[in-house]
């Protein structure tokens, strides 16, 4: 980190869900700077889960001075939460938005004597350092804006380039953040890909995010994978098996498939519906380039699990793949039926012809007809 930009946030293993549905097993940062000059401006505050921390820090980085400004580049609650907090002590301080965020404070309950208001591009001189705003609406919220300042070649980046997980985990980066990437920001590709254009234009040496680590020598490697996800590109070629078993007949022709497409240099990743984690399960679907779906039939449709994971990818607008699939059914075959309807309301989804239904459980023909539709999987 540059010597005037002091980090000032904190990180929590005390919380199961974030945003009450992404598991974090690995818990959570809330990220919040200080950049030290001859104003002093605060970038974002945190969740309420971590005032005491924040407060400690805050305290210490400013060292008995007082801030002139608090830069709001995002109103969710997970990074407003204290911004009240800050009024309390500094009554003067001044709050640094985009006039979409000036009309939404009201609604969080924040009045502030002293709001200014920015557009794109516009300047804000600390002394020494200069801040430059730069609009982000629907990353992922409509009011983002993220902030450069040019002499130190920081990037405060709001939620993008963030990802799950205590700054006091060792973790792969990509991972966290690939699954934090398209569970919470992948539907807006779009204005993801329109930030990507401004950044592009701008020397970034170390990229400050509100979640996840302080990113610097990786930056041209995270810049390059938000520009894949961004587009809804496939990130490898592979295949992803998402299976959801009722008596486990399904579960084992799932593992024969794999097994199968492994023999044949495939690249595969697979998962339980019934037993994972489905933010996870959504991740690893948009990272390869194809993938398998296995489920029972289920009250003239498709087994839950199976219809709740579909969805999950609609809501996020799911495209660009080759999409195969396999049903299980004793008597009423209807989940290939419900599964393809969904995927042709897809963009861009190629869906294999050839399915697969087996009866019940795996006999030598239905290992056959996987091994054909494997041949087809891999062309």
């Not at 939460?81 to 002590?89: A, F, P």
């Not at 709001?158 to 991972?175: N, T």
């Not at 680590?213 to 041209?220: E, G, K, N, R, S």
């Amino acid at each position: 980190m540059a010597e005037s930009i002091k980090y000032i946030g904190a990180s929590t293993h005390d919380l199961d869900l974030f945003e009450g549905q992404y598991s974090i097993s690995n818990g959570m940062a809330y990220n919040s700077y200080v950049i030290d000059d001859e104003k002093i401006a605060i970038i974002d505050t945190v969740d309420k889960i971590v005032t005491d921390k924040w407060l400690d820090n805050l305290k210490k980085a400013l060292d008995g001075k007082e801030p002139t400004y608090l830069v709001l580049e995002h109103l969710e609650p997970d990074h407003s939460g204290n911004i009240n907090t800050l009024l309390k002590m500094y009554p003067s301080i001044t709050l640094v938005c985009t006039a979409k965020a000036k009309t939404m404070l009201e609604q969080f309950d924040i009045k502030a004597e002293n709001v200014m208001t920015v557009k794109e591009g516009d300047e804000l001189s600390l002394g020494n350092h200069t801040l430059k705003f730069i609009l982000a609406p629907m990353v992922h919220w409509p009011e983002v804006m993220v902030t450069y300042e040019e002499s130190e070649k920081a990037l405060f980046s709001a939620d993008a380039f963030g990802k799950f997980g205590a700054l006091d985990v060792d973790e792969s980066w990509s991972d966290e953040a690939r699954r934090y990437y398209f569970n919470i920001v992948g539907k807006y590709g779009l204005p993801v890909t329109n930030l990507l254009k401004k950044a592009s234009a701008l020397d970034i040496k170390t990229i400050y995010p509100l979640h996840g680590p302080i990113l610097t020598d990786t930056v041209p490697e995270v810049l390059k994978l938000y520009t894949t996800w961004s587009s809804y590109e496939p990130e490898e070629n592979g295949v992803f098996i998402a299976y959801a078993s009722m008596h486990g007949n399904t579960a084992e022709a799932a593992h024969k498939t794999k097994e199968i497409l492994e023999e044949k240099g495939a690249k595969v990743t697979i998962s339980d519906l019934s037993r994972s984690d489905m933010a996870q399960n959504v991740a690893d679907a948009f990272r390869y380039g194809t993938l398998l779906c296995m489920a029972p039939s289920y009250d003239g449709t498709v087994f839950t699990p199976m219809a709740d994971f579909i969805h999950r990818l609609k809501t996020k607008l799911y495209q660009n793949r080759r999409v195969a699939l396999v049903e299980n059914a004793s008597w009423a075959p209807s989940a290939v039926k419900a599964m393809k309807a969904e995927f042709e309301g897809m963009k861009n989804i190629d869906l294999i012809e050839n399915t697969v239904t087996i009866k019940t459980t795996v006999k030598e023909n239905d290992i056959k007809a996987l091994e054909a539709l494997a041949d087809e999987i891999l062309k």
